[in-house]
Structures are given as C-alpha cells and as structure tokens.
C-alpha cells in the first residue's frame, strides 16, 4: 500500500512541478528540508534546500528549456525510497551561457533515487543523468548556427 501511494506521489510530483513548470505546487510533495546528495553537474548538488530554494531550482533550471517533460519509464518503491527511471526531451528556448537558444529539441536519459520521510513527502535525491550528451547535443546545434 505504501509503495503504490509513493509512486502516486511522485508521478504526480513529476507532472506536475517538472513538467507542466508548477514550482508553487512543490510544497505539497516535498519535506521541509529537501537534500541533493548526488547529482553532479546540477547547480545545487550537495545542497540541502527549504521550498522556496527548490522552487527557485525548478524555475532556473526550467527556463532554458521551458516544454520540457519528463517521460516515466520505470518505478520501483522499496522502504524509504523509490527509484525512476526516465527519459527526458525539452527544447533549447533559451539561452545557457556558452549556448544560445537554438528551438532544437534536447533529450537525455537518466536515473533518480528519491528519498521518502514516513509521512510521504520527497526528502531528497541520488542522480545519474546523460549530462555529457546534453552538452553534445548543445554544442552541434551550436555549430549547425554557424
């Protein structure tokens, strides 16, 4: 019965606050204190971020890419924790230093163990994501401009 409603929890989770750009939604799906633990190459990697830290996270990382969606592929719940796997696509509306907006489509792949508190609410997460193929991605879109 847990399992199901964490998964519940975090699908909505991703459709909503990922997804449809939501960050006011975050408060009812994360803990007080939300910690990165692993995520490199993400801005905020071993930081620890109360709601308006996270809603922030969400509407910077959100605005190069502002269609972005997060496609589920895979949830698995086990105690105090449930792993995604996901497959990601968003266009390059944006500018990131170093990258102009090109309108292209961007996709990664990618892994993330959330953390669950006992009262059902995301306490943190242990990333691995397709960073480098991004920048692939980034970089010949950036060339194909010339």
């Known amino acids: 019965m847990r399992a199901a409603r964490v998964k519940d929890l975090l699908g909505s989770f991703i459709s909503e606050v990922w997804n449809d750009g939501d960050a006011d939604a975050a408060g009812r799906f994360l803990a007080p204190r939300y910690t ?32 972005q969606k997060f496609a589920i592929e895979r949830l698995c719940a086990d105690g105090d924790a449930v792993a995604m796997t996901w497959l990601w696509s968003a ?24 953390f669950v508190t006992p009262r059902v609410r995301l306490s943190g997460h242990w990333q691995i994501t397709d960073r480098i193929g991004v920048l692939r991605q980034l970089q010949a879109n950036k060339d194909d401009r010339g």
Do not use: C
């Open 91 to 114: 266009t390059h509306a944006g500018d990131i230093p170093g990258f102009p907006a090109t309108g292209k489509t961007i996709r990664m792949s990618g892994s993330t163990l959330y």
């Open 36 to 67: 990165i633990h692993h995520d490199p190459g993400d801005l905020w990697d071993g930081r620890v971020l109360d709601l308006a830290g996270f809603q922030e996270r969400v509407r910077i990382s959100r605005a190069p890419f502002p269609d």
